[in-house]
T-cell receptor
Framework: GESVGLHLPTLSVQEGDNSIINCAYS??????FIWYKQESGKGPQFIIDIRSNMDKRQGQRVTVLLNKTVKHLSLQIAATQPGDSAVYFC??????????????FGKGTMLLVSP | ETGVTQTPRHLVMGMTNKKSLKCEQHLGHNAMYWYKQSAKKPLELMFV???????ENNSVPSRFSPECPNSSHLFLHLHTLQPEDSALYLCASSQEVLLQETQYFGPGTRLLVL
């Protein structure tokens, strides 16, 4: 049968606008979250993280908001630039059978910034 | 640059070929990972190594065989692959296999299986 590709949600903005990328997570016990950015032809890069005892954390031009009540995470990018065009992933904890812990990644959102 | 390099960047292979992907990290990390990124699924964890010991094999078919000869190098040996194995294979490293350790990714190897 025909294979269906993973269709990424896409957010298109104009340069200078503020962007908001959303992520819903599944495990109410998750206590740590990370946002990664993946530009074309590159691997994912760490942007910002947040622990569950916080509801907001700010970085340089980026802010992450955490709403544990509805299990929702958002990444806000101020004054979006063409260089911000990329796929953005949120990640939450993943327990391994070995007892270690690592991350599981969401499907991603593609951000397209027009000059 | 993230300090994690991968070779080759692109690879085309037939289903009967044997090839290997190489990853090297220059960060002094103790943990290394293989991920598969395909158009059909989100980023999938394949293998996790801590100090050259495999600590996770995430139900990966035996046609993928990892090797970690030291904490700086990680290989993924490929044999008798299927077309559905075509994907971007990403290597990552972190200081330890701990939740709050940032993972640093290489640029990936784009694999096409014919």
């Amino acid at each position: 049968g025909e294979s269906v590709g993973l269709h990424l949600p896409t957010l298109s903005v104009q340069e200078g606008d503020n962007s908001i990328i959303n992520c819903a997570y599944s495990n109410s016990a998750s206590d740590y979250f990370i946002w990664y950015k993946q530009e074309s032809g590159k691997g994912p890069q760490f942007i910002i993280d947040i622990r569950s005892n916080m509801d907001k954390r700010q970085g340089q031009r980026v802010t992450v908001l955490l709403n544990k009540t509805v299990k929702h995470l958002s990444l806000q990018i101020a004054a979006t630039q063409p260089g911000d065009s990329a796929v953005y992933f949120c990640a939450e904890p993943l327990g391994l059978n070995s007892g270690y812990s690592t991350l599981t990644f969401g499907k991603g959102t593609m951000l397209l910034v027009s000059p | 640059e993230t300090g994690v390099t991968q070779t080759p960047r692109h690879l085309v292979m037939g289903m009967t070929n044997k090839k290997s992907l190489k990853c090297e990290q220059h960060l002094g990390h103790n943990a290394m990972y293989w991920y598969k990124q395909s158009a059909k699924k989100p980023l999938e964890l394949m293998f996790v190594y801590s100090l050259e010991e495999r600590v996770e094999n995430n139900s990966v078919p035996s046609r993928f065989s990892p090797e970690c000869p030291n904490s700086s190098h990680l290989f993924l040996h490929l044999h008798t692959l299927q077309p559905e194995d075509s994907a971007l294979y990403l290597c990552a490293s972190s200081q330890e296999v701990l939740l709050q350790e940032t993972q640093y990714f290489g640029p990936g190897t784009r694999l096409l299986v014919l």
